[in-house]
């Protein structure tokens, strides 16, 4: 198992190593085009004035970041159209109104009747078209900030070909794009496999869960970078779709982890759950019925999420210590606890932005999504380890389970098997023939031949049975030179069919072998002949006549 577990965590790596790699040396044509405007902006926040300023030093120009109402016109001349045949502006307007202009002449206005309503904005990446010109000129920017917080720092605009724009946005995010799309690929794979196995396998709901949270998670990172929109029209909701697929982490991995050791049926653990859905629904409520924006209860989400973090980690070093938590679920668990860990990091580095102190570093980005391949990791031994364990018990409690009914010396039913077999049958209340057979001469045989003859006897007489019979009924060996055979159904009235068959199948085998003479004797009854509550009865009857075939065969 540890190499198995080993050899997967290098596959991991190399899957990594392979996206590094994809985005370094797969870079599309027009990329090395587009210019990012980061210089050389002249800016007016409200009344105050700058000039000449790099937009990632703006935040500590202004000492604040912006408030709902707030006016920031972005000013910046000098730029050059020449050459460009489809000239655009690609903006990420956050949670603000926007007017975009050229030579103080509007080109594009978007969300000002939002804004004016105080309705929700949300932080959308935009392509501005711009009309074709030949020389340098100057793009204004105006934006209406329509929520506290919008801009703790500033996003530098990407200016180029509308094309070269388009696939600079994916190139500059595929390492997000390919993680988001096999997360959502695999989550959906790997769901209908646990489906398929939840019969079988109960406990797989863990997996079916976890499944869930990676659609989730693709979901979330393809929004929150902005990336859906590129490919779908959503109608900017893109925002809105981040911020509810970031709520519903916390109730999945709620599920996720509920679903170990039964914990959903534990009344402290459902009240943590209920009440961290509950919060992961409130502000999507809220948002819907018009009494607060989505975003405004974020911290109140990231607090229920660090309750959650911290309960992974109490489960993690409590009940792992106790070795209460069996290895496949351990190793869940350590997947979810990383992928927790990489949400502390994220938030940390948010709210160095949010204060001001410095901007999030592209790692902090990164790595949740790097967290939830991490998880997948861990799903993925989880769901070996468990699936091989599951398999190996249910492989042993069949062979005990066939050895408790199978008859040692022909591996056919035995008369355990048969009792449970006619108990069954008599509660559905329909008719069925017992035919009662007894060997010939296998006493002579065991005591002049042996009784690894006799042995060799039983078991050519069980492979006729089963090859007469077995497509047709039911048999098994009742001891020493007894086997029984139950028709029912459509093979009701076959028994004369039956019988017939196996004394050609044991003519035949005496011509080919003729060291041993086989011979068998049968009778047979129906339920209909007795009351039917007593299977006894029948086959008393049975074998009654039976016995008297065996006379017969013996007088001639």
């Not at 979810?336 to 204060?355: D, P, R, S, W």
């Not at 009662?436 to 007489?461: A, C």
Request: proline content about 3%; aromatic content about 14%; glycine content about 6%.
């Amino acid at each position: 198992m540890l190499k198995k577990a080993l050899y997967s965590f290098i596959a991991f790596i190399a899957f990594i190593l392979m996206l590094m790699a994809a985005q370094a040396i797969l870079k599309p044509e027009g990329a090395d085009r587009v210019e990012v405007l980061r210089n050389g902006w002249y800016v007016r926040y409200n009344q105050t004035e700058y000039d000449n300023v790099k937009l990632s030093d703006l935040r500590r120009l202004i000492g604040n970041g912006t408030f709902r109402g707030d006016r920031v016109i972005l000013t910046k001349p000098d730029v050059d159209f020449t050459g460009l045949s489809d000239p655009a502006l690609m903006i990420e307007p956050n949670f603000s109104a926007y007017i975009v202009s050229i030579d103080e002449l509007e080109i594009e206005h978007k969300f000002l009747d939002n804004f004016e309503k105080n309705e929700f904005v949300g932080s959308e990446r935009n392509f501005v078209i711009l009309p074709k010109k030949l020389g340098k000129h100057e793009i204004t920017i105006e934006l209406f900030v329509g929520e506290d917080g919008a801009y703790n720092f500033y996003d530098a605009p990407i200016f180029g070909e509308y094309t070269d724009l388009f696939r600079f946005g994916i190139y500059n995010n595929m390492f997000i794009f390919t993680i988001s799309a096999f997360l959502i690929i695999f989550g959906f794979m790997f769901f209908l496999i646990a489906l398929g196995f939840e019969s079988n396998f109960p406990e797989i709901r863990m997996q079916m869960f976890s499944a869930l949270l990676f659609i989730d998670l693709g979901v979330w990172f393809l929004t929150q970078f902005k990336l859906l929109d590129l490919f779908m029209e959503i109608g900017n909701r893109q925002t809105e779709a981040e911020y509810i697929s970031l709520y519903l982490i916390v109730p999945l991995m709620y599920m996720v982890l509920g679903s170990m050791r039964n914990y959903l049926k534990k009344k402290s653990f459902l009240v943590f759950a209920t009440i961290g859905t509950l919060l992961s629904f409130l502000p999507i409520i809220l948002h819907y019925t018009g009494q607060m924006h989505i975003n405004q209860l974020l911290w109140l989400y990231q607090l229920n999420a660090l309750t959650l973090i911290i309960f992974m980690f109490v489960m993690l070093f409590g009940d792992a210590k106790n070795r209460s938590i069996p290895p496949s679920q351990r190793v869940q668990l350590v997947g979810q606890a990383i992928l927790g860990a990489t949400f502390i990091i994220n938030v940390f580095f948010y709210y160095l932005e949010v204060a001001g102190i410095m901007e999030q570093i592209m790692l902090s980005k990164k790595i949740v999504p790097l967290g939830a391949l991490c998880m997948v990791f861990a799903t993925l031994v989880n769901y070996y380890i468990y699936i091989s364990a599951s398999i190996a018990r249910k492989k042993e409690y069949q062979s005990l389970t066939h050895y408790a009914y199978a008859d040692g010396l022909t591996d056919i039913p035995n008369r355990a098997r048969l009792d449970k077999y006619i108990a069954d049958i008599i509660k559905k209340n329909i008719d069925f023939c017992i035919i009662s057979i007894d060997l010939n001469g296998l006493k002579t045989i065991n005591d002049i031949q042996g009784h690894l003859m006799g042995d060799k006897y039983i078991r050519e007489f069980a492979g006729v049975l089963e090859e007469c019979v077995a497509n047709r009924g039911f048999i098994a060996r009742c001891g020493g030179d007894e086997f029984i055979a139950v028709l029912s159904g459509n093979n009701l009235e076959q028994a004369e069919i039956v019988i017939e068959e196996i004394k050609a199948a044991l003519d035949k085998l005496n011509r080919e072998d003729p060291e041993l003479n086989r011979s068998a004797a049968f009778g047979y009854a129906y339920r209909h002949e007795t009351d039917g509550n007593n299977w006894n009865d029948i086959y008393f009857l049975a074998d009654e006549r039976m016995y008297k075939n065996k006379a017969f065969i013996k007088g001639k």
